[in-house]
């Protein structure tokens, strides 16, 4: 016979699993995605990746017409597609709006297909929305922006729905953090780092 002590351990030990497994879910339902597009994605990355209440950054291609494209084929400019990053966060610790204002204040909004010696469709600056709430956060943020004229020109950010995301080759994912003495990201991507850490100190994660 199996002592009543161990049977009620092992019921105490089930039923704290289940409210772990129930928490975890509970918690990955408050999540929210946002997708933004904003140059090379490997510094959007870089950039997202550092924000305390996201808790993960995906490089991928979104808004083109070619299922299934590969880097090769985005480069073209040829597919529609635009190199993008899905952000996975948690809005109890960081609102839509705080996204877009590391989203317009790391990037030039004022150039559609270009940030800086990267030019193309492919770098276009654009907001693809998940629902009518960001796309109203979204629309309101611009047109505050271009009514001060907040960055001189005004800012031509597409503001479009979130169409099928294509998850980027693997060696593009967390691209600055294993590649950081790469040319590219030292003089590229390592000034928007220190941009960041200046202008938005209070939002970064420990």
């Known amino acids: 016979m199996i002592p009543k002590f161990y049977i ?18 509970a918690q990955s339902k408050k999540l929210q995605k946002a997708t933004f597009g904003n140059g090379c994605f490997w510094c959007s990355e870089a950039v997202f990746q550092r924000l ?27 597919t529609g597609h635009a190199e993008v990053i899905e952000v996975t966060y948690d809005p109890q610790k960081i609102k839509y709006d ?5 989203f317009w204040k790391t990037h030039d909004p004022t150039t559609l297909n270009r940030q800086g010696a990267d030019v193309g469709t492919q770098y276009r600056s654009v907001i693809f929305y998940h629902n ?6 979204a629309e309101k943020y611009k047109k505050e922006l271009n009514a001060s004229k907040a960055f001189g020109n005004p800012v031509v950010t597409a ?20 590649n950081g003495n790469q ?22 994660k420990p």
């Open 159 to 178: 503001i479009s729905k979130a169409s099928a995301f294509y998850v980027a080759e693997n060696y593009h994912q967390d691209y600055y953090n294993k």
């Open 132 to 137: 009518d709430e960001q796309k109203a956060i």
């Open 98 to 102: 705080e996204l877009l204002e590391v």
């Open 52 to 78: 305390n209440g996201v808790t993960s950054v995906r490089s991928g291609y979104e808004g083109g017409d070619v299922p299934n494209p590969t880097y090769e084929d985005v480069c073209t400019g040829s």
């Open 183 to 204: 040319p590219y990201c030292r003089a590229v991507i390592l000034p928007k780092m220190e941009k960041l850490e200046k202008i938005f100190k209070a939002k970064l």
């Open 8 to 25: 009620m351990k092992n019921i105490f030990i089930l039923a704290l699993i289940l409210l772990s497994a129930g928490s975890a879910d």
